[in-house]
């Protein structure tokens, strides 16, 4: 149920062009949070994959991650394991 309402919110916002973003923001807050909103977070994204986001969505969304690695380390030491992890637990 969670899940489909953030689906929904993220529907009305419109923005087809930019679903890349909703990864990237999703990322980056789960970075400062525990290994189980980490965790929830790769869930919706593969949740959404298919039905909201694309593989070139997610794509752009972790090449933008990778792209701020150097700034989100000085936050976030663990980012680059992080991201790594998250991208690994996405569908091929």
């Known amino acids: ?27 980056n807050v789960a970075l400062d949070r525990k290994a189980t909103v980490r965790e929830l977070s790769s869930v919706l994204i593969s949740d959404m994959y298919g039905s909201l986001l694309s593989q070139e969505d997610i794509s752009k969304g972790f090449s933008g991650l990778l792209s701020d690695l150097p700034d989100l380390t000085i936050d976030a030491p663990e980012a680059p394991e992080v991201i790594l992890l998250l991208q690994y637990r996405l569908p091929k």
């Open 1 to 27: 149920m969670f899940y489909f309402t953030i689906q929904e919110s993220i529907k009305e916002l419109n923005a087809k062009k930019s679903l890349h973003k909703v990864i990237q923001v999703l990322v």
